[in-house]
């Protein structure tokens, strides 16, 4: 057998040991990717959590909702609109794990908004429940009987193609807080999708479904507290 026979066959043994080393890397790759994205998505998801219960405990000491902190201090500033950052000092949370999330609440006008504390069921200056919990609850009952005409915060629904949708299955929250990760679309926004479109300061807009699954191109995390549940876990603590 001649040698540039031997050296032909060994150049294609390497280059066969070369492409399926290739392989095995870019497998590697994907595999290690998808196991990051998993644990980012568990922390985003575990912070969001621990800023659902300190927007609850707000609730519950202060008979209202917490504004956004339009202002990135950390602090409620209720001259705002629905949308901003989450207020996270007025929350007694720590900025490293909070300050980059953004927190959106429904606000109506008027005696409806759950941000304030108002009287709303009737009762006179000096009455057990003079701006109490009962006004609280009216008001977050007047949430999902608002049409859903974009000029309040909504929450998508998810399309059959696995897409938000905020043209027919779109709903009030109470407050919605969305975690952005990485920047998947490349947009220079961390936010990705519908959920950079909801502007700090502004008053309606529309965030993705908390459903929406990952993938390349979005990695948010959303976590959306209806009305309802928020009214229930509210009666449950106030009796």
């Known amino acids: 057998m001649s040698s540039t026979f031997m050296r032909g066959f060994q150049l294609l043994e390497l280059a066969i040991v070369l492409v399926a080393l290739g392989v095995i890397t870019l497998m590697a790759t994907f595999a290690f990717s998808g196991v990051d994205q998993k644990n980012t998505r568990a922390q985003s998801a575990a912070e969001a959590e621990n800023a659902r219960e300190a927007i609850r405990a707000f609730l519950l000491a202060n008979k209202r909702l917490p504004c956004p902190d339009t202002n990135a201090d950390g602090h409620e500033n209720c001259g705002g609109g629905e949308s901003g950052y989450l207020p996270y000092a007025s929350l007694g949370l720590t900025e490293n794990t909070h300050n980059r999330m953004r927190y959106s609440v429904y ?22 429940d003079y701006r109490g919990y009962g006004d609280t609850l009216a008001a977050l009952t007047q949430i999902p009987a608002t049409p859903l005409d974009g000029a309040h915060i909504r929450v998508a629904g998810l399309a059959p193609n696995g897409a938000s949708d905020c043209a027919s299955t779109a ?45 390349w191109n979005y990695d948010d995390f959303v976590l959306a507290e209806s009305a309802a549940a928020l009214t229930g876990w509210l009666a449950r603590h106030i009796n």
């Open 107 to 128: 606000r109506a006008s008027g005696t409806n908004d759950a941000t304030r504390l108002e009287e709303r069921t009737g009762d006179a200056e000096g009455d057990p």
């Open 171 to 215: 709903t009030h929250p109470a407050f919605a807080l969305v975690v952005p990760n990485r920047d998947a679309d490349g947009s220079g926004n961390p936010l990705d999708g519908l959920n950079a479109g909801v502007a700090v300061g502004s008053a309606g807009g529309c965030i993705a479904s908390p459903r929406q699954p990952a993938a």
